[in-house]
């Protein structure tokens, strides 16, 4: 089971911190992401970390502005956002891959959360 936290309504050019907590399974032995889903569009990639932190990557609409890290002790990801933008508005969702073939590809997760909704707005 996976749980998403920490959205919320905030002005433009603010910060919010989202975490994704894992149940069941051992978060090491997962490569973890973070998807996005506005309004009226489909799901897209956000960022996505590696089995050890050691790699990370990012969509080019907000490389610079998030952050994606892990703590396999606590066996949760988190998304710091800063910067945030209107165009930031959706339901973030957190996922889980055992293996990936292609890293923003939706078919390559395995588990996945409810979402938190994140809304920037003056």
């Known amino acids: 089971q996976i749980v998403e936290s920490g959205g919320g309504l905030v002005h433009p050019g603010g910060s919010l911190n989202l975490s994704c907590a894992v149940f069941?399974?051992?978060?090491?032995?997962?490569?973890m992401a973070w998807f996005r889903q506005a309004p009226g569009k489909e799901r897209e990639f956000v960022s996505a970390v590696g089995w050890s932190s050691g790699f990370t990557y990012y969509a080019d609409s907000v490389k610079g502005r998030f952050a994606i890290s892990r703590d396999n002790g606590k066996n949760t990801v988190y998304l710091q956002m800063n910067s945030l933008k209107p165009d930031d508005t959706a339901v973030y969702y957190c996922a889980a891959a055992q293996f990936w073939r292609q890293i923003s590809a939706m078919a390559d997760y395995d588990y996945w959360g409810q979402g938190t909704q994140v809304t920037v707005s003056s």
């Open positions: 069941g399974v051992a978060l090491e032995y997962y490569g």
